[in-house]
Structure formats: structure tokens, C-alpha cells
């Protein structure tokens, strides 16, 4: 146990910003969905709320998330880039995210610490939590990108206000 | 045509465009190898394989150290295969002309493949098909999802996150990885599923390849081999499981291919540490592409052993070396990222199916201590029955009439899924003829390592009953092939009936896979 913590740490600090320089996240905090092809967080594992600012951007509209945050909605075509600051110690990000039966045309891209990922959101009938693992470190910005580029009634999108998770105390 | 339809069709043609290119990358390496390194045709085609399995590593082991590191190092060695290619195509001397064909067979029987998989097949649901579960229900029952854990592997590696277990109850550790790396390499874009299906199969009809290879490296001529290998991309085997892509023929091929230089007839003896190199490099790379390899390297091992094929010190150095560098770092993921990994070893050699806390060890300790001896040999007989159980009560139901004709295909389709006889089509012959082949002296050696791999997988598989063709390696059914291509270079007419064997194999193939 020792040696395997030691072997993540040390592929960690050289730098390994992938699997290997993590250790593997249990269950009971993280699964990948094939749906959705992404890995999302159980909501039993969600920490605090990242303080986000007013998104900048077209076509979305305010509504109610989970648990009564902060939600934003699509109707038809738009692009909104909502912008806030993770904590130093979390080590993923959990966007809420709620879609039509309709995939094509709407994806959401989170931008924190350099990196870049991309979610193709399918429909559910709940909130999705999808999982984005945060750069080691001090505090995030953490930019979320939702982009509806259909006009089709049955794709649209809603991004909620994300959570962090791991320990930020 | 709906926007729908075209869209699907569209992304249809962009997959199969992408499982193009494994076969390309095959003959870029394999072209590169007999030009450079003035190897003959089946050699640089092991060559080459070996080189397309550490470039599908590489990839693999990159991307967990650095995502980010997966599109540059992808178009650097794309790049390189692309430009290898082109120097082959110029070049285009007798060996790049010989090794086209094989090449071109696995590319064409993936194509096959697929077509038979999806055209004209409808969707699951309208604008959105589960490609995959519609790859696991198309000829048998509907299988479970082992299809989907290689793209699953892949997607978290691409996403940076690994959940424990990752895919149902399944760890990480559990599955080898080379469909996982060759899926990393070649797929271009975005995640799409029909790319990753459409790699895989390319992947899977390696065996054409590999059963060349394997063919001329015991000294079948060009043509007899190529009928060879098209026999066996038509075997209901290869197609059932090109189709559904849980990596068992890519190490099957790849096991092939070890087996090919190692069994040469006469061994090449020049360059041992190349030579070895090139072994075990294919041969790590079976084990990375399925555990199942064991028993089949057990059995060919226990061969080289008894025919005194060990091949010089310097050439089993380089082999050991390379197939440990190659799979090394994978038991190291095993023990220390996401242990313990032993969940199939404990399936398969102690008939422990539910997950628990113990190891290995402890599980065949307590397996093999609840058994009597008279259990253990009343199962191995079993075991061998199930081995080469007659197709005659499947091919007479088939033919008795009774039930639609579409049922009676999927009975036949099922049958073969569990049965080493029919699943090898026409080549079952060989299976039969097994011990003619051990006595007669030009495929010894080969029949030797068949027979002792099967013989090895009766006698380890825990469950009696469980030596149906996907509980095993499959590489004895490619070699039977072999051997029955072997055996047609004996005379004109031998490989007459070969040639007309294949061509009911073909068809036959065809009709109850492709067109039923």
C-alpha cells in the first residue's frame, strides 16, 4: 500500500497529470457512465459550491438547479462562459448538467488549470454530475463553456453550479 | 436519404476509413522491416506487427502518464507510418508486393465484418444505435459487455480519472490493455463508439496476417497461405468474435506470429537477438492483448521443450527481454495502481466467479483442496469431450427443418459460439486430423504446440465443461488452419480441395453471418 502511494506520488511530482498521478477514485465517489461517455461523481460525494460570477454570453436562461443553485438553460441556440475559483486541495470539479434526448449540436467544456475537456450531454431525467479532474495545487479558475449549436426543440442544455470535491478544508 | 441516415452512413464510412488504417500501419512496418532490415515476407510481417504492438503501447502508457501527450505522439507516429507507406508504395519490390495481400485481407475482412455487423440493420433507437450492444446480439443471445471495456479503458486513460472498479464490477487492472493502446493510436477525432468498433474489428482480423505469416514460416507457398488465411477470416470464430471485440484474436495473432518464428521451418538463424527481439515482442504482446494467451504459451513452451526448439542463448535472451519490457510495466500497473488484477486468473484456474479478498494462491489452494481426484479427472475427460465434441447434432438439427429458417440460423450461430468444432468450419478437419499431423514429420512441431496448448487448456481450466472456444486462446484454431494449409502443398489436388473447402467456407460465412 506504502510502496503503490509512493509510486503515484512520485510519477505525480514528475509532473504525470494523468491516471497514473492519481490514485484511482472508489466507486462510491466516482463512476463513468456510458451515456454519457464521462466519468461522473455520486452525489453523496459532492463537497461545497464554487462561488461562481454572472456568465457572459447569449441564449441561455436563469433557472433552478439542484438542491435550489443556480442554473443556467438553453431554449434554442446560445453560448454562455460562466467563470469562478475552485479551492486549493480539491481535486476534481462536479458541473451539474441536465440535457434533451437531442446530442448533437450541445456540448459543455470545462477549462481549469490548463486543461481542457469536452462533454457531449445526452438526455436523463436527472442532474448528472460530471466529473473533471482539477490540476494539483493551489486554488482553480475553473471556466465552464456550454455551447447549444441546434435549434431543435428536443436539444437543448442546463448547466447548474458546479461543486468540488475532495478535501478543501 | 434522411439527414439522419446519411449522417450514420457518413460516420460509418469515416470508421471504416480509420480501421484502414491499422492494416496500413501493418504493411508500413512490415515493408519498412523487409527493406531494412532484408528480412523474408513473414518475418517482416512479424516485424511489423511487433512494431504496431509497442507503438499501440507506447501510446497507451503516454497518455495515463499526460493526456495531453496522446494527439502529438498520435500524429508523430501516423505521420511516420504514413510516410513508411509511401516508401513501400514507391519502392514496391518483390517482398512490399508479397506483403501486400495478407495486409489487404485483414483490411477486407474487417470490412466484411462490419458490413455483416450494420447494413441494412436498423437501429436500437431511431438517430442514436447502441452499435455496440447491437455487435453483442447480432448472431448469438445478446452477450454481456465485454466489448465495451477496452473503449471504456480507453476513455477514462483519454479523460484523466480512473474510477475503481471502472466498468461494472470490473477493475482496470482486470483486462489487458493492447486494444486499448491500438484504439488510442488510431482514432482520430472525436470518441465516437463506431470508430472505436470499427478499430477494434480491424484489429481483430489480424489473424489473416498472422495465419500467413504462420503458414509461410513453415513453408507453405504464398498462394496456398493466402487461401489459408481467407479460410480463416470466413471461420464462424473469426467472424462471431472480430465482430464482437473483446480482444481474444488480436492476441490469438499476435501469439501466432511468436509462434511462426519460433516453429520456423528451417529456423532463421541469422540475427538470433533480432530474431528473438521480434518473438517476444510478439508474444508480450499477446499477453497484452488477452490472459488467455497463458494457456496456449504453456502449451507451445512444453512443445519447444520436448522438440528441443530453444534456438540459442542469445536468441531466448532477446525474446525474454523484449516480452518482459513489453508486459512488465503492465504487472507493475497490476500490483500497484489497481490491484490485485486477478480476477480472470481466479475465473478461469480456480472456477472463482463472485469477487473476493483472496489471492491467487489462497483461491486455487482452497479450489483444488475441495476436489477429489476422481472429480478432477472425471472433469478433465470432460473437459476434452466438450474439446472435440461432434458438430453432427447442430448441422442435423439445422438441416432437419424444423422451426424458421432464421431460428434455426441463430441455433447454428449459437452452437458454433460454443463449440471448438464448428466454430473452425471446414478447418475442424484439422482438429480431427490432429494426430496425422503429429506424425508426420514437416508439422511436428506445430501440431506439437496445438496440440499441447489445447491439451494444456483441458487440463488448467478449473470448470469442467468450460473449454468452449472464448473460456481459451484461440490461437490453436489458426494454427489448425496452418496445419491444414500444410498439408495442401502436398499435392496439386490437396490444394485443390483446400482452395474448394474455403470457398464453401466463404460462402457459407457469408450467408449465415452476413445475409441471415
Known amino acids: 500500500m506504502a510502496c503503490r502511494r509512493a509510486l503515484i506520488l512520485a510519477l505525480a511530482l514528475a509532473g504525470c497529470d494523468g491516471v497514473l498521478g492519481r490514485a484511482p477514485t472508489p466507486a462510491a465517489a466516482a463512476r463513468y457512465d456510458m451515456r454519457v461517455r464521462a466519468v461522473v461523481v455520486e452525489p453523496d460525494a459532492l463537497g461545497a459550491a464554487i462561488a461562481m460570477a454572472a456568465p457572459v454570453g447569449h441564449g441561455f436562461e436563469r433557472s433552478a438547479g439542484p438542491g435550489g443553485s443556480v442554473a443556467w438553460r438553453s431554449s434554442a441556440r446560445g453560448r454562455i462562459s460562466w467563470q469562478g475559483v475552485a479551492p486549493a486541495g480539491a481535486d476534481a470539479v462536479a458541473v451539474p448538467v441536465l440535457a434533451g434526448p437531442r446530442a448533437r449540436g450541445v456540448t459543455v467544456t470545462l477549462r481549469a488549470g490548463g486543461r481542457v475537456v469536452r462533454m457531449q450531454p445526452r438526455g436523463a431525467d436527472a442532474w448528472l454530475y460530471w466529473r473533471a479532474s482539477l490540476p494539483h495545487g493551489g486554488p482553480q479558475t475553473v471556466e465552464i463553456i456550454a455551447v447549444d449549436t441546434s435549434a431543435h426543440r428536443d436539444a437543448w442544455l442546463a448547466v447548474a453550479t458546479p461543486r468540488v470535491t475532495g478535501d478543501t478544508r | ?516
Open chain 2, 1 to 516: 436519404m434522411p439527414l439522419e441516415e446519411l449522417y450514420l452512413t457518413a460516420r460509418g464510412l469515416v470508421g471504416v476509413a480509420q480501421a484502414a488504417g491499422v492494416a496500413v500501419a501493418l504493411y508500413a512496418f512490415s515493408a519498412a522491416a523487409a527493406a531494412r532490415l532484408k528480412l523474408a515476407p513473414w518475418l517482416a510481417l512479424a516485424t511489423g506487427a511487433a512494431a504496431l504492438a509497442c507503438a499501440g503501447m507506447v501510446q497507451f502508457w503516454a497518455m495515463a502518464m499526460t493526456p495531453a501527450a496522446g494527439a502529438p505522439l498520435r500524429v508523430a507516429i501516423l505521420v511516420a507510418v504514413a510516410a513508411l507507406a509511401l516508401d513501400a508504395w514507391s519502392r514496391r519490390d518483390a517482398a512490399d508486393r508479397e506483403l501486400l495481400w495478407p495486409c489487404a485481407l485483414a483490411f477486407g475482412g474487417a470490412v466484411f465484418v462490419l458490413a455483416a455487423l450494420y447494413v441494412d440493420r436498423g437501429a436500437d433507437e431511431p438517430g442514436w444505435p447502441d452499435w455496440l450492444r447491437m455487435a453483442a446480439s447480432r448472431w448469438t443471445h445478446p452477450l454481456p459487455g465485454d466489448n465495451e471495456i477496452p473503449y471504456v479503458f480507453a476513455d477514462v486513460i483519454r479523460l484523466g480519472q480512473m474510477p475503481t472498479p471502472f466498468y461494472g464490477d470490473w477493475l482496470s487492472s482486470d483486462r489487458p490493455p493492447l486494444q486499448t493502446g491500438l484504439y488510442l493510436l488510431f482514432s482520430i477525432g472525436d470518441r465516437h463508439v463506431l470508430t472505436y468498433q470499427a478499430i477494434a474489428v480491424a484489429l481483430q482480423t489480424l489473424v489473416a496476417p498472422a495465419t500467413w505469416a504462420l503458414a509461410r514460416a513453415i513453408g507453405v507457398a504464398n498462394r496456398t497461405a493466402l487461401i489459408a488465411a481467407v479460410g480463416v477470416l470466413f471461420m464462424p470464430l473469426v467472424i462471431q468474435h472480430a465482430g464482437f471485440v473483446w480482444p481474444k484474436l488480436i492476441a490469438a495473432a499476435f501469439l501466432a506470429l511468436a509462434i511462426a518464428i519460433h516453429f520456423a521451418k528451417p529456423f532463421v538463424a541469422e540475427r538470433p537477438a533480432l530474431v528473438g527481439a521480434v518473438a517476444g515482442a510478439c508474444g508480450g504482446a499477446a499477453m497484452l492483448g488477452h490472459g488467455a494467451t497463458a494457456f496456449a504459451a504453456l502449451g507451445c513452451g512444453v512443445a519447444a521443450l520436448l522438440t528441443g526448439r530453444l534456438n540459442g542463448v542469445r536468441y531466448l535472451a532477446a525474446a525474454l527481454a523484449t516480452a518482459f519490457a513489453l508486459y512488465g510495466p503492465w504487472m507493475a500497473y497490476q500490483r500497484f495502481y489497481d490491484p490485485p488484477g486477478d480476477r480472470l486468473m481466479k475465473w478461469h484456474l480456480a472456477g472463482v466467479v463472485p469477487i473476493d479478498d483472496r489471492g491467487l494462491v489462497e483461491t486455487l489452494r482452497e479450489s483444488y483442496g475441495a476436489l477429489t481426484p476422481d472429480a478432477w479427472t472425471q472433469g478433465r475427460a470432460l473437459n476434452v469431450r466438450t474439446l472435440v465434441a461432434s458438430p453432427a447434432p447442430a448441422l442435423e438439427a439445422f438441416a432437419s427443418g424444423s422451426g424458421s429458417l432464421h431460428e434455426r440460423v441463430v441455433a447454428l450461430r449459437n452452437a458454433a459460439f460454443y463449440q471448438v468444432p464448428l466454430s473452425l468450419g471446414v478447418f475442424a478437419l484439422a482438429l480431427y486430423a490432429l494426430p496425422l499431423f503429429l506424425l508426420w514429420r514437416a508439422t511436428r512441431p506445430l501440431a506439437l504446440a496445438t496440440g499441447l496448448s489445447l491439451a494444456a487448456w483441458a487440463l488448467l481450466i478449473f470448470e469442467p465443461g468450460q473449454t468452449i472456444p472464448h473460456q481459451g486462446s484461440m490461437f490453436p484454431q489458426l494454427a489448425l488452419a496452418v496445419l491444414a494449409a500444410r498439408a495442401a502443398t502436398t499435392h496439386r489436388w490437396a490444394g485443390l480441395l483446400l482452395a474448394a473447402l474455403v470457398g464453401v467456407q466463404a460462402l457459407s460465412g457469408i450467408w449465415l453471418y452476413g445475409l441471415s
